[in-house]
Nanobody, 122 residues
Framework: QVQLVESGGGLAQAGDSLRLSCATS????????MAWFRQVPGKEREFVAG???????NYADFVKGRFIVFRDNDKNTADLQINSLKPEDTAVYYC????????????????WGQGTQVNVSS
C-alpha cells in the first residue's frame, strides 16, 4: 500500500521559514517524480514544485526563489523549504507522486498525501 505522509506545517509569521516533509512508503521511490501542491479554500489546487529522482527541479512561476524542493532517495522523502513566508502562502500543502515527467496538473498524479496546513500571520 502506497502512503505519502506530510509533516512540518503549522503557524508561522511572515518572514519565517518552514520545511515541510513528505515521507513515502510502498512505492519504488526512485521511479517516481515528487511534487508539491497547495490549496486554499475555494481555489483549485496549484502546483508549487517538483523534483526528479536525479534532483532536477521544476518550480511554479510564483515561487521566485523562495521555495526549494529536495528529495532523499535513501530515506524515500521529499521536502519543501519555504523561505520568507508571506501571508498568501497560507494553504494546505500536499505532496504527490507520479511516474514520468513533472506535470503541473494535479489530476495526473497517482498518489497524494493528506496535506499539512501552513498558516502565516502578518
Amino acid at each position: 500500500q502506497v502512503q505519502l505522509v506530510e509533516s512540518g506545517g503549522g503557524l508561522a509569521q511572515a518572514g519565517d521559514s518552514l520545511r515541510l516533509s513528505c515521507a513515502t512508503s510502498g512505492l519504488t521511490f526512485t521511479t517516481y517524480v515528487m511534487a508539491w501542491f497547495r490549496q486554499v479554500p475555494g481555489k483549485e489546487r496549484e502546483f508549487v514544485a517538483g523534483i526528479y529522482s536525479d534532483g532536477a527541479r521544476n518550480y511554479a512561476d510564483f515561487v521566485k526563489g523562495r521555495f526549494i524542493v529536495f528529495r532523499d532517495n535513501d530515506k524515500n522523502t521529499a521536502d519543501l523549504q519555504i523561505n520568507s513566508l508571506k501571508p498568501e502562502d497560507t494553504a494546505v500543502y500536499y505532496c504527490a507522486a507520479r511516474r514520468g515527467a513533472i506535470i503541473r496538473r494535479g489530476s495526473d498524479y497517482y498518489y497524494w498525501g493528506q496535506g499539512t496546513q501552513v498558516n502565516v500571520s502578518s
